[in-house]
């Protein structure tokens, strides 16, 4: 599980689109031709059909029976959307029913594109489980790009981080380690995180707070301890 993280338009999601065969590169190469399931940035889906449809179309019978049916379908809520009209699903049952789709083909390597976009606190966590238990069941690699630090916590065993200047250039690094990516990408966004004693959640630290000045001054930008 590679969580991407990096500033807006230094290049997470064109690399994804590269990986997904959308966009040719210019230089460099891939090593592999790996089966590829791919879950967009921006869902732009123009059927008009139910929900229940839609997956059968996309993924078959395997939806609806099983550890996938419980891990994914009904863990993200999908199952009580089935007879809805795909036109009118709203921002996060598009993406819960989005995220089902990618999960449920058969593939290599999963990327997914801010998965946790429109998506409440709640439903975002159940996301991310279900993200991490399919790739760890089927023994499969997935690259998640999100902006929620605690949805990157809980997926990610390691981070690739980006750094550059938005829209102009940007430069792709690691696969690091979650905590030494974590302190890279939080560090070049002057930001500092502790774990919460209670829930253990990642929080962010008030700026300039006697915290967030100890952190910075050790270097350790995300904290481990409460």
């Not at 997914?112 to 439903?123: K, M, T, V, W």
């Not at 929620?148 to 829209?167: N, Q």
Request: some cysteine; charged content about 25%.
């Amino acid at each position: 599980m590679v969580g991407v993280v990096g500033p807006n338009g230094t290049g997470k999601s064109t690399m994804m689109k590269i990986l997904a065969g959308l966009i040719e590169y210019e230089d460099g190469w891939v090593d592999q031709n790996p089966k590829i399931s791919y879950k967009p940035q921006h869902i732009d889906v123009d059927i008009d059909c139910s929900v229940q449809l839609w997956l059968d179309s996309e993924i078959g019978a395997r939806w609806r029976s099983g550890e996938f049916n419980v891990n994914v379908i009904k863990a993200l809520g999908v199952d009580k959307l089935l007879p809805k009209r795909v036109k009118k699903l709203s921002g996060g049952e598009r993406q819960a029913v989005s995220i089902a789709i990618c999960l449920g083909r058969d593939a290599d390597l999963y990327l997914l594109d801010e998965p946790s976009a429109h998506l409440d606190a709640s439903a975002r966590m159940e996301a991310a489980k279900a993200i991490r238990r399919t790739m760890e069941s089927n023994g499969k690699s997935a690259f998640v790009i999100d902006h929620d630090v605690y949805f990157i916590d809980i997926l990610s065993d390691s981070l690739l981080v980006f750094d550059g200047v938005g829209g102009t250039y940007g430069i792709a690094k690691g696969p690091f380690p979650l905590r030494e990516g974590m302190n890279q990408f939080l560090q070049n966004v002057n930001i500092t995180f502790r774990r919460d004693h209670d829930s253990k959640r990642p929080r962010i630290n008030k700026p300039d707070s006697r915290k967030d000045r100890e952190q910075q001054s050790s270097g350790d930008y995300y904290s481990f301890d409460s």
